[in-house]
């Protein structure tokens, strides 16, 4: 069984400039979720979906960041623009869902910001 | 959303049991506790959960007293490859869903 799927793998972009990471779940799992990893730091959440519905996305800094996820399968989350501080690993998971259901986690998308 | 507190770091040699306690004082009554292991360039993975008493999987054990607001993972018998960081999460299952909170974590240095 194919794993959660994440790309690009790197990222250099200037700041101020937009960025997108893309996400494919493993198939069946219905919720998805988006983390944002500094450097020695553990995942910090930014948003979860339910099928296509943004449940929790109260960590996402709106005025910058956005996210998407059409037909409840795939998601994109979006940067723009991107700032200096937004350099960070982002991870995206998924779960067949449920408050026990274990999050698999794709490897990341790691952003430098110059 | 309960927090939870870990040593920052710990090291240990092959061969040897590693135990990794996390504290979380205002676990809640329908909260799980979950452990996760991450490798360096590579997203966490899950090792074990439980709720009260003793798990044991094929990968590690996980000690949870009756009051809940501890737990201790256990590694039995480590090896150069357990070096990675690990994530103690508690799940606050509300009407919304989980929402586990990861903190630093404890990062296990594991030498030869």
């Known amino acids: 069984e194919a794993g959660v799927v994440q790309s690009p793998r790197y990222k250099i972009i200037e700041k101020k400039q937009p960025v997108a990471f893309w996400c494919n779940p493993i198939s069946g799992h219905n919720t998805l979720y988006w983390y944002l990893q500094n450097l020695g730091q553990g995942p910090e959440l930014l948003i979860r979906y339910e099928n296509e519905e943004a449940v929790d996305d109260s960590q996402l800094p709106k005025d910058r960041f956005s996210a998407e996820r059409l037909k409840g399968v795939d998601s994109t989350l979006k940067i723009q623009p991107a700032e200096l501080g937004d350099s960070a690993v982002y991870l995206c998971a998924s779960s067949a869902g449920g408050a026990r259901e274990t999050q698999y986690f794709g490897p990341g998308t790691r952003l430098l910001v110059l | 959303l309960a927090k939870t507190t870990q040593p920052i770091s710990m090291d240990s040699y092959e061969g040897q049991e590693v135990n990794i306690t996390c504290s979380h004082n205002n676990i809640a009554t329908n909260d799980y506790i979950t452990w996760y292991q991450q490798f360096p360039s590579q997203g966490p993975r899950f090792i074990i959960q439980g709720y009260k008493t003793k798990v044991t999987n094929e990968v590690a054990s996980l000690f949870i007293p009756a009051d809940r607001k501890s737990s201790t993972l256990s590694l039995p018998r480590v090896s150069l490859s357990d070096t990675a960081v690990y994530y103690c999460?508690?799940?606050?299952?509300?009407?919304?869903?989980?929402?586990?909170?990861f903190g630093p974590g404890t990062r296990l240095s594991v030498l030869p």
């Open positions: 999460l508690v799940g606050d299952s509300d009407n919304y869903g989980q929402n586990f909170v």
